[in-house]
């Protein structure tokens, strides 16, 4: 990550304008024991209280680390009750990024999203129909499958 | 002039900098060797 995502300068841009980044050594084992981390790279999305919205392990390339983290950013605003702003990120991540696999986990959330808002369940719906439309093979689609029991 | 990441390494000033701008912490946990 150190040598090819992190310097990509759109990569420095996105963390810049949308977190507070935060580099901890794995050589700190009470972090990484706070935080059960057991493996390096892991990536976490924090709340203010140091609520976990989001945990990936493993490398990411600049434009899925993107992709990744602006849903990520969305599940942070769904955790924090920002609904309308989580559904923006929702939207962005579906609209810029249609072709990554953080697409199919947007889609999925910004039913929830338009659910919380509403409390009306026919966003669910939909969601499970564009789910599988869209991603067929995405397990965010079989993690839907209840949602097609709800009346259109 | 190329923009860098300018990470913090102090979690309570992670936290104090979220709450005041709203914004989530990204938390990278890195071996550097």
Redesign the interface.
């Known amino acids: ?2 040598a090819v995502t ?1 310097p990509d ?1 759109r ?3 996105f ?2 304008l ?9 050589a700190n084992t009470a ?2 024991q706070r ?1 059960a ?1 057991s493996w ?11 609520r976990e ?1 989001y945990r990936a392990v493993g490398f990411f390339a600049p434009d899925d680390l993107i992709a990744t ?1 602006l849903a ?2 969305g599940k ?1 605003a769904l955790g924090t009750d920002q609904f309308v702003e989580a559904r923006a990120l929702f939207e962005e991540v579906i609209s810029s990024h249609p072709d990554k696999d953080a697409a199919a986990e947007a889609l999925f959330f910004l039913g929830v999203a338009k659910y919380k808002m509403s409390h009306d369940p026919k966003p669910l719906r939909e969601t499970y129909d564009e789910l599988k439309a869209r991603f067929p093979q995405s397990t965010w689609t079989k993690q839907a499958d209840h949602y097609r029991l709800i009346s259109k | 002039m ?10 309570a000033k ?2 104090e ?3 005041k ?1 709203n ?10 060797q």
């Open positions: 990550m150190g992190y300068e990569v420095a841009k963390l810049s949308n977190f507070v980044p935060v580099q901890i050594q794995s972090l990484m935080f981390v390096t790279p892991t990536l976490l999305v924090l709340d203010a209280d140091l919205h983290l990520a950013k942070w | 190329a923009i860098e990441i300018c990470w913090l390494d102090d979690l992670a936290q900098t979220a709450r701008v914004k989530p912490i990204f938390l990278d946990f890195y071996n550097p």
